[in-house]
């Protein structure tokens, strides 16, 4: 057992006889095969950046339409594999959400399996970059950025320090900055972590949720439609990005491998790529979202952007009857009390940790497959039945309760899938086309 394993389980030991949750990077007992941990302990640190002279669009003067330009601080929260002495204290993590207005944001904390500054493991590591949801946090992604890491990946994940949700006069802001920090801190710490002998450089991937899928379709390619809600911008300040214009090409991120966009914003009445913009996508894609919804509408987005990016070789996982909650962490307990606090984190209708080990296995074996060239993910991806409800599995070749589907006829229960344990779930799959 390595020494990362043997943390996990006293870990959850400790977690259980104190009645408290384990970190949620490590999956439930009944998650599929790819969700478990990988093999190397996980590190933390956090980085600062600072992005030079930029169009500030929440500070434009509303007499003149001028917009301002400042230095734009940026923090970003880095998960490695690392390693360190059996005695060192995992980090807990403490930020804070919005709650409803009136009231002052609800702090919690999450508790995690990585080391604070932890020395790194020796090896040039992939490269995920993390973009959250709009008003969100990067500690309430550990689930996936510790679990990664574990992997053997480098996890940056970015704090937007976005303005109020629900404040729409704000809302040109994140529309804006949301993928100019995603470029700007990709091409930072490819030189920066590069450097450091961290990370290869030539092997990233970007991840996104919510407004952060929004962002990372942007990243990825996806051409911003001139004519729509980018010339709202104050100040024309997006429409030198937006198809045709100049800047258009840098906030396209280089040696791009692999995009994922769980519950993607861009969709609905935004329609921010107009008809065709996702054809400039060409980077494997995965995308993952609930059918019910009630945030961002699934039929425009995430349905529809599987359809219309034809460029690239993608997927698309739908948990049936979902809603948008599909992106963070198990509700901490002091935000299990509010039912806005506890709806940043819950699904009405799915168990969160659930959720969480089905987007680990497929996301595991997406990006292996596609940054990592382990072709023999490939079988967990593809020839899958559309509906996992219709899948079988004979009874004669089930001797025991617990067993993991291996992918193989009969059985056509998904591969890496626990008997008895998968169910309400919908899979597609495209090829690229020319």
């Not at 995920?128 to 992604?141: P, R």
Request: charged share 20%; aromatic share 8%.
């Amino acid at each position: 057992m390595t020494s990362l394993l043997r943390l996990a389980a006293a870990l959850c030991f400790a977690f259980s006889v104190a009645s408290t949750a384990a970190p949620p990077s490590i999956p439930p007992i009944d998650a599929p095969e790819l969700a478990a941990l990988g093999g190397a302990q996980v590190g933390v640190r956090t980085l600062k950046f600072v992005d030079r002279d930029q169009d500030d669009v929440l500070a434009t003067d509303p007499k003149t339409g001028v917009v301002p330009r400042h230095d734009r601080h940026l923090t970003v929260d880095v998960w490695y594999p690392a390693h360190y002495p059996a005695s060192a204290q995992p980090e807990t993590y403490a930020d804070a959400l919005p709650s409803e207005p009136p009231a002052p944001p609800a702090r919690f904390t999450v508790p995690g399996l990585a080391v604070r500054d932890a020395a790194a493991a020796i090896g040039r590591h992939p490269l995920v970059i993390v973009s959250h949801g709009y008003s969100n946090v990067t500690v309430a992604l550990s689930w996936l950025t510790e679990n990664l890491a574990s992997k053997g990946y480098v996890v940056a994940a970015i704090r937007h320090e976005d303005p109020m949700i629900g404040d729409r006069t704000t809302f040109a802001g994140p529309l804006l900055r949301r993928p100019l920090d995603i470029a700007f801190v990709a091409r930072e710490l490819s030189r920066t972590l590069s450097a450091e002998g961290l990370i290869d450089p030539e092997r990233v991937a970007l991840v996104g949720y919510s407004m952060g899928g929004y962002g990372v379709l942007t990243a990825a390619g996806a051409e911003l439609d001139p004519n729509g809600p980018a010339h709202l911008v104050p100040g024309g300040a997006m429409l030198p990005y937006a198809k045709g214009g100049p800047k258009a090409a840098s906030i396209v991120v280089p040696n791009l491998k692999a995009v994922v966009a769980l519950a993607p914003a861009g969709g609905g009445t935004l329609k921010v790529w107009g008809d065709r913009g996702l054809e400039g996508i060409r980077s494997p894609l995965l995308l993952i979202a609930g059918d019910h919804d009630l945030t961002v509408d699934y039929t425009t987005g995430a349905h529809a952007f599987f359809e219309r990016a034809v460029h690239a070789p993608r997927y698309l996982l739908t948990f049936l009857g979902g809603g948008h909650g599909i992106g963070l962490n198990p509700a901490p307990p002091e935000m299990a009390t509010d039912l806005w606090n506890f709806s940043w984190f819950e699904d009405p209708l799915w168990r969160k940790d659930k959720i969480i080990a089905i987007n680990l296995h497929l996301i595991t074996a997406f990006l292996d497959r596609y940054v990592q060239g382990n072709e023999s993910r490939a079988a967990y991806l593809d020839g899958l039945t559309p509906r996992i409800d219709d899948t079988v599995w004979p009874a004669d070749l089930a001797p025991r309760f617990d067993m993991t589907s291996q992918g193989v006829a009969p059985i056509t229960l998904w591969k890496g899938f626990k008997r008895r344990f998968s169910t309400g779930l919908e899979w597609r799959a495209a090829p690229a086309t020319p």
